[in-house]
């Protein structure tokens, strides 16, 4: 019998964007209830405009907006799945009030505002602390709790270029370059799940709630540990290298038979180039005795990644890769979004979450989780939760609100259902 | 307050039979906190240990930087697992532990009868960690791979880069250590259950998997707008002193227009607005290029950053060591180490109820042979001396 490793621990998600997120749909997947809090007159900025612009139409199931786009957009279902979704307004007094009423309910609570925000609105670490002695806080700030940029404000992108990683990423020698794709989000938000952990740890060892601060922008520069002891030990200053790698060669990505199609190929060891050779059939050129050893091969590497792209480029990615991989050679082809999504592999693992919405009539395949436990597996994801859809579930249900009071606090402007945001922030 | 309880993972041991970067570095997590980790090498060491960058640019068992970060905190003892009584001294290590890590190839630790089955029947609390490029299962499970074949599967890295040219890979190896970091939050969630019931479980980790987690765009946006994304163009606009990608917000475009030193831009249709401002990007672009030309890349994020626009630098590692911010915070520390001295190393990733990280120095190559295989199990010299002659220690 499976059963869920986080069974009642409750969540309050204040988090908003990606790396807070990335935090607490891996957290309901195995088990826990959590509860996603956002304003109504805001929103999580991921649920896009209220009426999306043409250059956003392609974030929407078949690039249609739907009656209610908010609830719908790629970025924001993907990321919520698993969480149950209220809202609430936190600057006003009414709603602070009610939040303080679901924290004495909650294990834990976690937010990724800037950092000055709850102390603005008064719902800071000590004085939630009061309201639940054992409260986790898990404060996942850009900069950190403390320091002249606790305030300052950043999305995934700009932590790649204040945390280190940008300048050693782009083509070799060249300029550097951001991934464009957000890398330090999920890494914080896949760390915030253990960071959560060890805080519910703590309370159990001493009977006191604890705060947490995390750095999003540290934890992503922990990820660059050579490049620092590079210049710690050696003064370099590492830049862009592209695909090269600083010991292995060949190293990089060849081109294959469709249209901007690659493998990716790595060569760390001489067994590993013999089996290169082998794959190709031992061709003649591989015979140059400038290529026998790991060092001349990588000052040749570029007559090497001719040769090899003219064998890749008669191939289909998957047919270099199973070659070169049947050979003991490190190689896979370069998915497209389109292909992960089939790929064997993760599909025999159940990686994917295929989740199923209703207003589209069809089934997406959303992330999984990072992990397999083998006696408590991750559970089926259940959809991101529309605006305020468990208003009534958890004002009622935890809180126990009347009908009239949840009426009330609707009319007041506290909590609804219909979003008040024209654009978003960011 | 509670400051002065022991770190949140004290009670823990760990053993470590992982080598490479993904597996060593969960294990340094868990040190960090307080686990007390047994780092069991094989007889030449973890092969990080001959990955570069060494100190001085000289290879060496005890200069390679990256093997010296990935491993703060921990012991190491020397043990072939496939010498006559390696795999018994690793069961009588693996009763104590609450822990153990591994990145073998798929099946060696059940060949050597130190599978999860085997270790868990002696140690039904044992939570067993396996990190690995694929996982135990599937087509791909005896496969190859290094960084960039794990960025390349993923999907990670096709969007990556400039259109036009080849996919590009994130600088360094962050998809190695993002699977250190996911198996570091598998194993608490392990640890959350053993806490409650006793039982421990084994724990499949797949970097490949760590890293389709972490693309967050690509497999999403291809289903919903049916098109992949395409590799485009990075918006960092260059300094006097390096890049910055400068993020303006419709709430401080009036003042950045002043900070400038053209207010007039302000009342100007073409970017009046952030839809404008996207639309006449090539005519923006333009103009604060000739202003940043003469600016300080963090000078200009300090000023952004008042305005409450989202700037940030490019920031090389030098500029991360002198940072202000990080100073102030106590990020980088020095760690001594009998071959560079002492010079800083990145801290720890968070710190739970104000508790210091704990960081020292990576261990010598079975620097604590005796303390483990003498003071914990018990073994007497002429004993281990047996086993070093025969190969095992």
């Known amino acids: ?426 | 307050m509670t400051f002065n309880s022991p770190l949140v993972l004290s009670d823990l041991t760990v053993i470590d039979a992982s080598q490479g970067i993904s597996g060593p570095f969960c294990a340094k997590l868990l040190a960090g906190f307080g686990a007390r980790v047994i780092k069991v090498e094989p007889p030449e060491g973890d092969y990080a240990r001959r990955m570069g960058p060494f100190h001085q640019d000289v290879p060496g068992d005890e200069r390679s930087g990256l093997f010296l970060y990935l491993n703060t905190s921990k012991e190491s003892v020397t043990l072939n697992l496939g010498a006559p009584g390696g795999a018994a001294l690793f069961r009588r290590l693996a009763r104590r532990a609450a822990i153990v890590i591994e990145s073998f190839a798929p099946g060696q630790m059940a060949e050597w009868g130190l599978g999860y089955a085997a270790l868990a029947s002696e140690n039904p609390g044992l939570i067993f960690a396996s990190i690995t490029p694929f996982g135990q299962t599937g087509p791909y499970a005896h496969y190859q791979a290094t960084e960039i074949i794990i960025q390349a599967l993923s999907a990670l890295q096709y969007p990556v880069g400039l259109p036009g040219r080849e996919p590009l890979k994130i600088g360094g190896s962050p998809c190695l250590m993002t699977a250190g970091v996911s198996a570091f939050s598998a194993i608490m969630i392990a640890l959350h259950f053993r806490d409650a019931t006793g039982e421990g479980q084994f724990v499949d980790i797949s970097a490949i998997e760590s890293a389709a987690v972490s693309q967050i765009h690509a497999s999403v946006h291809a289903q919903f707008g049916g098109e992949n994304p395409l590799r485009r163009d990075s918006q960092l606009s260059r300094t006097k002193d390096g890049w910055i990608n400068v993020g303006i917000q419709d709430s401080s475009w009036k003042q950045f227009c002043s900070l400038i030193g053209q207010p007039s831009l302000a009342e100007d249709e073409r970017f009046s607005d952030m839809a404008a401002r996207r639309k006449n990007t090539k005519a923006l672009v333009e103009i604060l290029e000739v202003w940043l030309a003469d600016q300080e890349k963090e000078a200009v994020y300090h000023q952004l950053q008042s305005m409450r626009s989202i700037a940030g630098p490019v920031l090389t590692v030098a500029d991360l060591v002198g940072s202000p911010q990080y100073q102030i915070r106590g990020y980088f520390r020095p760690v001594d180490h009998p071959t560079t001295g002492p010079i800083p190393y990145p801290g720890g990733p968070f710190t739970v109820a104000e508790q210091p990280w704990r960081m020292e120095r990576a261990p010598l190559l079975g620097e604590h042979n005796e303390l483990v295989f003498g003071e914990m199990l018990g073994l007497a010299k002429p004993d281990i001396a047996r086993l070093r002659e025969l190969g095992t220690v």
């Open chain 1, 1 to 426: 019998m499976s059963r869920n490793a986080l069974e009642g621990v409750r969540i309050l998600d204040l988090t908003q964007v990606a790396a807070g997120p990335y935090s607490t749909f891996p957290l309901g997947f195995m088990g826990a209830e959590v509860i996603k809090v956002e304003s109504h007159r805001r929103g999580d900025s991921t649920r896009g405009q209220v009426n999306p612009p043409a250059h956003q139409l392609f974030t929407y199931p078949d690039g249609k907006p739907g009656p209610r786009p908010w609830n719908q957009r790629a970025d924001y279902v993907q990321r919520n799945r698993n969480k149950l979704g209220i809202t609430l307004d936190l600057t006003m007094d009414e709603g602070k009030a009610v939040l303080i009423r679901l924290v004495e309910r909650c294990d834990a609570l976690m937010e990724n505002f800037r950092a000055a925000v709850m102390d603005r609105w008064e719902l800071d670490y000590p004085r939630l602390i009061k309201a639940n002695p054992k409260l986790v806080y898990l404060k996942m700030s850009s900069q950190g709790n403390t320091g002249p940029e606790r305030n300052y404000g950043s999305l995934g992108y700009t932590m790649e270029n204040t945390s280190g990683l940008t300048s050693i990423t782009g083509y070799n020698g060249e300029r550097p370059l951001m991934s464009n794709e957000t890398y330090p989000d999920p890494v914080a938000g896949t760390l915030g799940v253990g960071a959560l952990l060890l805080g519910l740890r703590h309370v159990r060892q001493t009977g006191s709630g604890c705060f947490i601060d995390m750095s999003q922008r540290e934890v992503t520069t922990g990820l660059l540990g050579e490049a620092i002891m590079d210049y710690s030990m050696n003064g370099r200053v590492q830049g862009p290298t592209g695909n090269r790698h600083p010991a292995m060669a060949p190293h990089g990505v060849y081109p294959c038979t469709g249209d901007d199609e690659w493998v990716a190929v790595a060569v760390a060891s001489d067994a590993q180039w013999s089996g290169l050779v082998r794959a190709l059939g031992n061709p003649e050129w591989a015979g140059d005795e400038r290529f026998a050893e790991g060092s001349g091969r990588w000052h040749h590497q570029e007559i090497i990644d001719s040769h090899l792209s003219g064998w890749t480029r008669g191939l289909s990615h998957h047919e270099a890769m199973h070659l070169l991989q049947a050979e003991g050679v490190p190689a896979a082809a370069l998915l497209k979004g389109k292909e992960v999504i089939h790929d064997p592999h993760l599909a025999e693992r159940d990686f994917w979450d295929w989740n199923y919405m209703p207003e589209v009539g069809r089934a997406y395949a959303y992330v999984g989780t990072a992990w397999h436990l083998s006696k408590t597996p991750r559970r089926q994801g259940s959809p991101a939760p529309g605006l305020g859809e468990h208003n009534h579930l958890i004002y009622g249900g935890l809180l126990g609100m009347t009908e009239a009071e949840i009426a009330a606090l609707e009319e007041k402007g506290v909590i609804g259902t219909q979003p008040l945001w024209t654009t978003t922030p960011v």
